[in-house]
């Protein structure tokens, strides 16, 4: 990917450290795992996102992880960010995929899946294009999706 071919996502514009790699390929600055990360067009909607959330909703860096690995039926997979309380309980689980996929029944199960195990209030998919956001409700077993994106201090302990 370069930098000419970057997607423009329905996210705030905020900067990127990107860098040049020895192959000539574009890396990005991965602030949660603080490496750089080959640039892909779901690298470019997860660093997007995640700018979004710590500078704009005020989400706390510290707080965040990309790549959490969790057994799903003996199997290892990857949540893309995970967002924890300050004792470090899964608060939030969001999935990310490229701009040419769609957001489908697929993908939330994708994300479904994951909770079986994470149990977390909040579900985000997004793929820099549209963004889907729903709140779980254990009690009644049922989930509301949400309007936006809720900032930080508006997430319901």
Request: proline fraction near 5%; include cysteine.
């Amino acid at each position: 990917m370069t930098i000419e071919n970057m997607t423009a996502l329905n996210l705030p514009n905020l900067p990127m450290r990107l860098r040049k790699n020895d192959d000539g390929k574009i890396d990005v600055f991965d602030p949660l795992r603080q490496k750089f990360v080959a640039l892909t067009p779901e690298e470019q909607v997860r660093q997007a996102f995640v700018n979004y959330l710590i500078h704009l909703k005020q989400y706390p860096q510290s707080l965040m992880a990309n790549e959490v690995s969790l057994s799903l039926n003996g199997m290892q997979r990857r949540c893309d960010t995970v967002l924890y309380d300050i004792h470090i309980r899964p608060r939030m689980i969001i999935e990310y995929k490229r701009p040419t996929v769609k957001i489908t029944q697929k993908v939330f199960s994708q994300i479904c899946r994951y909770n079986i195990v994470m149990r977390v209030d909040y579900l985000i998919v997004s793929n820099g294009l549209q963004h889907y956001c729903c709140k779980m409700d254990y009690e009644n077993q049922t989930y509301t999706f949400l309007k936006e994106i809720p900032d930080y201090g508006e997430l319901e302990n």
